[in-house]
């Protein structure tokens, strides 16, 4: 009686056997074509993950980003909205300030306004008067940071 070699983990007569001797060598383990159709396998499934790690790791710096810029945004906004309603801060228009003297941290050195800053997060800001009515102006800040601007918007009226 042979059981232990019959009961080991033979798969359809020819595939592993544990170790033990189950059969003629020419039915011990995996053929070539088998071994290359796992590795293959198995390389689609690796390159999966990988794809979705990748995608991942974009998703996430690219919300990291947006949150900095939407922050970054309302943060200038509510210090706009404060200024008395004839500050120079407020006057209709454009206003870029160098990124040297713009309040912010626009290369992420942990420095803010340092001599000579310059950087990706670039912040501006649109002061339009009497809109949308009379004795009104529309502040619309813009913070862009690699390709991609967060714009609020809010409102002041001479009070
Ligand atoms: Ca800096
Ligand atoms: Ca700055």
């Given at each position: 009686m042979n059981s232990k070699a019959e009961t080991c983990y033979s798969i359809s007569g020819r595939g592993w056997t544990g170790g033990v001797a189950a059969g003629p060598a020419s039915q011990k383990g995996f053929t070539i074509i088998e071994v290359m159709v796992a590795i293959a396998i198995l390389s689609v499934g690796m390159l999966a993950a990988w794809a979705l790690q990748y995608s991942s790791t974009r998703g996430n710096t690219s919300s990291r980003n947006l949150t900095l810029s939407a922050s970054c945004a309302s943060d200038r906004l509510e210090q706009l909205i404060q200024?008395?309603?004839?500050?120079a801060d407020l006057a209709a228009g454009t206003s870029t300030p160098a990124q040297d003297a713009d309040g912010i941290d626009n290369n992420f050195n942990g420095e803010i306004d340092e001599p000579g800053e310059t950087g990706p997060l670039r912040i501006s800001w649109q002061v339009t008067d009497d809109t949308p009515i009379p004795q009104t102006k529309t502040i619309r800040v813009d913070v862009s940071l690699r390709q991609r601007t967060v714009s609020v918007t809010s409102y002041r009226a001479n009070l």
């Amino acid at each position: 009686m042979n059981s232990k070699a019959e009961t080991c983990y033979s798969i359809s007569g020819r595939g592993w056997t544990g170790g033990v001797a189950a059969g003629p060598a020419s039915q011990k383990g995996f053929t070539i074509i088998e071994v290359m159709v796992a590795i293959a396998i198995l390389s689609v499934g690796m390159l999966a993950a990988w794809a979705l790690q990748y995608s991942s790791t974009r998703g996430n710096t690219s919300s990291r980003n947006l949150t900095l810029s939407a922050s970054c945004a309302s943060d200038r906004l509510e210090q706009l909205i404060q200024l008395p309603y004839a500050h120079a801060d407020l006057a209709a228009g454009t206003s870029t300030p160098a990124q040297d003297a713009d309040g912010i941290d626009n290369n992420f050195n942990g420095e803010i306004d340092e001599p000579g800053e310059t950087g990706p997060l670039r912040i501006s800001w649109q002061v339009t008067d009497d809109t949308p009515i009379p004795q009104t102006k529309t502040i619309r800040v813009d913070v862009s940071l690699r390709q991609r601007t967060v714009s609020v918007t809010s409102y002041r009226a001479n009070l």
